[in-house]
């Protein structure tokens, strides 16, 4: 049901904005789509990040 999924994501990205957050991060690629998409149609600088993505970064950030 798209409306459904469309205002359940809508209750997650008004969440997000009261927090003081630059990027969110999901393991669920399509979530994080859909996320990243609404956030993007509302103008917001906060970004979407895969877990791995950021669990890779970190890494990368112990080693250098």
């Known amino acids: 049901q798209p409306r459904i999924s469309a205002a359940m994501c809508d209750d997650k990205i008004e969440e997000i904005g009261r927090l ?4 969110v991060a ?3 690629v399509s979530c994080l789509m859909q996320i990243e998409g609404r956030l993007e149609a509302r103008g917001s600088h906060i970004r979407g990040i895969h877990l791995a993505e950021l ?3 970190r890494e990368t950030e112990g080693t250098s």
Do not use: K, P, Q, R
Not at 20 to 23: F, P, Q, T, W
């Open 20 to 23: 003081d957050v630059d990027a």
């Open 26 to 28: 999901s393991s669920d």
């Open 55 to 57: 669990l890779a970064s």
